[in-house]
């Protein structure tokens, strides 16, 4: 439409482009590939900077087309954005806390409340900087860390409309545009060794948003549709885009300059997407764009649903456990834009709705408050089912003192080895120190004297099977053994039972054949995510206590006839642990209703170390 005398000029250049549709496609599955099969695409979190570069093309074609037409408001802007970006927001993040209050723990749901505050006033970004760098291991368990990219959208569309109406005139526009996005990539190139920062600062991402910008800016002067050889550039742009994905990782510095690739790419394909053939066929198909109208949705709900899987199963989810979670999201995304976004933009909104969901919005936020306020209401859980934090410091273990950490303590003290006969010696790792209250339990009914000389990390082998500091360690046990001379040498080691390790054992057993008996315990069995862990697991998802016995997520570590044959061979004795707490029906989880076995996947608790050497005590010959 041309300009006539005394009329505002009225552009066209806002037409509906399904191709950028399917540009959103790309850049959503990217992110959501990336955090559910990171193997497969290691750098599709590139999908969050070609999301960038399209909302800077979009949203400043909106506000230039608006202020050359003089009906910019700010109002009709910020109201615009509440109903695109609130609804949705809202309908996920209060299901996130719901599925939050039956699955996550009370320290962990804590957290979560402080991240939906800082999520629901769009800062996000700024907390998850504080708390942990987005590549940590420990941000696979927030469920709404994927939300820190909405607060860089919402603090640019808080800035970037003021800026361009005190600026007035198109003219000043561009040099505004050059000036940010050359100092903001500046900075973030600058800021690359500092890795968190560079990341989530919405300074160092905002040259993303302004060559989406600086598009929207050309498009008004040389429409875009005139670019020459637009098939060529589409496909460098998706090259460009692709490429970036496959090669870049978690270990790479980024943004920094690594991010000029995507943001390049995704200007390739907005330039000359709308008159490239090949993008019709590859961007515009049906798949693709309806992938891209349900793409913001579906970002907010695949994240929660793949950290709360796994949080509830208490284990990483396999490939078919995250296949269904993303067949879910994608499943609830639809239902979201059909149910949701679509009604509510197809019809006229009062001021009054408009407000009602930055209301809601703003609710959230008093939630995540009573969360934080009430600890994680730790009263959701039974307190014998939740894992113990101090599970690894049962006195008797007698940590520090006889169950050295290598890495700061050589020397056992003089109370470790008791003055009385019998004795009773335990070499080994820390799930040898974890027999000490069963036998402690034994002494105080019978007579007879404990040594314990166990080492984290240890076991009681004499081979290059273990490390430097263990062997030393070792060898200073067998220095002592032939000081004290005990009576029995009771032998505990956490790990395979293989070639390399049966030779490191046989020599452990030669150097003590001056010991009148020698017994080996088998490992007690491994349960595969923490026993405490499997308790909460089942009481999630299933609201009551985890049956007696259990045949899931635990393993026995030897063969114990393979082993027993072993040990008879080499003249010692074995005792399979497995074969005290393990039956065809199962694995024991605790002794009477509360008292659990195990403190984690492989330490005996008090309990169960207790009915272990109370199961064992004429075995090894302690009980007279």
């Not at 955090?35 to 979009?58: Q, R, T």
């Not at 087309?65 to 809202?90: G, K």
Request: aromatic share 12%.
């Amino acid at each position: 439409m041309h300009k006539t005398a005394g009329q505002p000029r009225t552009l066209i250049t806002t037409a509906y482009r399904p191709d950028i549709d399917g540009l959103r496609a790309i850049a959503v599955t990217a992110v959501v590939v990336y955090h559910a099969f990171p193997e497969l695409l290691p750098g599709g979190f590139v999908g969050v900077d070609v999301f960038f570069v399209i909302s800077g093309f979009l949203i400043s074609g909106i506000i230039f087309d608006d202020m050359e037409s003089r009906r910019f408001s700010l109002a009709r802007f910020y109201a615009r954005r509440v109903r695109r970006i609130f609804p949705a927001l809202v309908v996920v993040v209060c299901a996130t806390i719901v599925a939050s209050w039956f699955i996550l723990l009370p320290a962990a749901f804590e957290h979560f409340g402080r991240q939906v505050i800082a999520s629901s006033l769009f800062a996000a970004n700024f907390f998850f900087w504080l708390q942990s760098g987005y590549f940590s291991p420990d941000a696979a368990s927030f469920p709404l860390l994927h939300l820190w990219s909405l607060g860089v959208e919402e603090q640019y569309y808080i800035v970037w409309p003021l800026l361009v109406v005190l600026l007035a005139r198109p003219s000043r526009w561009a040099a505004v545009i050059l000036l940010l996005g050359v100092a903001s990539f500046a900075l973030s190139v600058l800021l690359a060794d500092h890795r968190e920062l560079d990341f989530y600062l919405p300074v160092t991402r905002a040259w993303e948003l302004m060559a989406g910008a600086a598009l929207a800016w050309f498009d008004r002067r040389a429409p875009l549709r005139s670019v020459q050889a637009p098939n060529l550039l589409v496909a460098v742009g998706l090259a460009l885009i692709a490429t970036s994905a496959l090669l870049l990782d978690a270990k790479s510095d980024f943004p920094s300059w690594r991010a000029a690739f995507p943001v390049v790419g995704s200007m390739l394909v907005i330039a000359a997407g709308g008159s490239s053939r090949f993008a019709a066929y590859v961007l515009s198909n049906r798949s693709a764009v309806f992938t891209g109208l349900i793409s913001y949705p579906l970002y907010l709900w695949h994240w929660p649903i793949l950290v709360l899987a796994a949080s509830a199963k208490f284990l990483p989810l396999t490939l078919l456990e995250r296949s269904a979670a993303i067949v879910a999201a994608y499943a609830l995304a639809a239902a979201t834009f059909w149910y949701i976004e679509r009604p509510i933009r197809g019809r006229h909104l009062a001021r009054w709705q408009i407000a009602s969901f930055a209301i809601c919005l703003a609710a959230t936020a008093g939630i995540g408050g009573a969360i934080v306020k009430w600890n994680g209401f730790g009263g959701r859980f039974p307190p014998d089912i939740l894992p113990a934090s101090n599970a690894t410091r049962i006195p008797a273990w007698r940590v520090d003192t006889c169950l050295l950490d290598l890495a700061s303590q050589t020397k056992f003290a003089d109370t470790c080895i008791e003055p009385v006969r019998p004795l009773v010696l335990i070499w080994g790792d820390s799930t040898a120190g974890a027999l000490m209250p069963g036998l402690r339990d034994l002494q105080s009914r019978t007579s007879f004297g404990i040594g314990q000389l166990t080492a984290n990390g240890c076991q009681p082998l004499l081979s290059t099977a273990v490390s430097p500091a263990c062997r030393s360690n070792n060898e200073r046990v067998l220095e002592l053994i032939a000081r004290v001379q005990p009576d029995i040498v009771l032998l505990l080691g956490f790990g395979p039972l293989d070639d390399t390790t049966k030779e490191g054992w046989g020599a452990t057993v030669k150097a003590l054949k001056n010991v009148p008996r020698v017994v080996v315990v088998g490992p007690a069995p491994l349960w595969k995510r923490g026993l405490p862990e499997q308790f909460t697991s089942y009481y999630i998802t299933h609201r009551r206590r985890l049956p007696e016995r259990s045949q899931s997520q635990v393993k026995n570590l030897w063969n114990d006839l393979s082993a027993r044959q072993f040990f008879q061979e080499h003249h010692a004795e074995y005792v399979s642990a497995w074969a005290i707490f393990c039956t065809v029906d199962g694995c024991l989880t605790r002794i009477g209703e509360r008292d659990m076995t195990a403190v984690d996947e492989v330490h005996l608790s008090e309990s169960g170390s207790i009915f272990l050497i109370n199961s064992i005590a004429a075995q090894i010959g302690a009980v007279r």
